[in-house]
């Protein structure tokens, strides 16, 4: 099939090039976009080079999908383009997100909301998709209640710039900043601009966007987000009060049988999952399990996933297989 990338110059663009390649997508024809000044560049695919083109020609290219992720502005304005040329949009940005009649799809857990209808699909943000993939079997068996959860989230999440901050800081150069402060041996508690319920935008999306995922309003959520001076994964640490009460054992059994999900936790081999091991892995890494003893039915536990891949491109890929596998592209 004709597979558009939107955004195939950029970090998550990119990505998505090489998940689309390893998972052997069954692309047809290749259609590169990205912004004016990037048209006439050649991005690479399978041993091939493919020149990028506009948003007009890709549209006139009539391709069967297009994965975008190339920001909320850019799919506020061409995604509708794209869907009324009768293109399936998977969408990475929070542009559609939480809009009441677009779909926010995990593969996992909701890809069976999905109808040929659907012509401007959501990916979520990259650190709910990795904390409902670990809870979600969890929520269909105990009930989740409240969830507290604070990330550890690396720079890649940002972008390039943000790459370059954190090395040429290393390194000792002074250049171009994507942060206001220093991010090498440094925290930042803050991820987006702030709000006026002083929580940040990304704290936010994590608390609307779980909600809407799990298809459940009463489940409660408060989250503190923050860049570390890690080049790739994402980390959370999540407290979740559940209805019922749990047995450890039967939880780290739900764990390993959930699609997506890998347990590691063996504390006393000192076995947790890291940043380092989910490099270029699609899976979501869960362990420090273990109970709150603070309070009843609550459990504590560590969550690690590449942010490129399942947080971004791998997410959006599968929701193309699942389209495809489904017929719902046609």
Known sequence: MKVAVVGATGLVGSKMLQVLAERNFPVSELIPVASERSVGKEVEFKGRNYKVVSMTDAIAAKPDVAIFSAGGGTSLEWAPKFAAAGITVIDNSSAWRMDPAKKLVVPELNADVLTKEDKVIANPNCSTIQMVVALYPLHKRYKIKRIIVSTYQSVTGTGVKAVNQLFNERNGVAAERAYKYPIDLNV???????????????EMKMVNETRKIMRDDSIRVTATTVRIPVVGGHSESVNVEFENDFDIEEVKDLLSKAPGVVVVDDPSNQLYPMPMDAHEKDEVFVGRIRRDESQ??????????????????T????????????????
Not at 297 to 308: A, E, G, P, R, Y
Not at 316 to 330: F, G, R, T, V
């Open 296 to 313: 009843p039915n609550t459990l504590n536990m560590w969550i690690v996933s590449d942010n490129l891949r399942k947080g971004a491109a």
């Open 315 to 330: 997410n959006a890929i599968q929701i193309a297989e699942y389209l495809n596998s489904k017929n719902l592209l046609s």
């Open 188 to 202: 930042i508690p803050q991820i987006d601009v702030f709000l006026d319920n002083g929580y940040t935008k990304e």
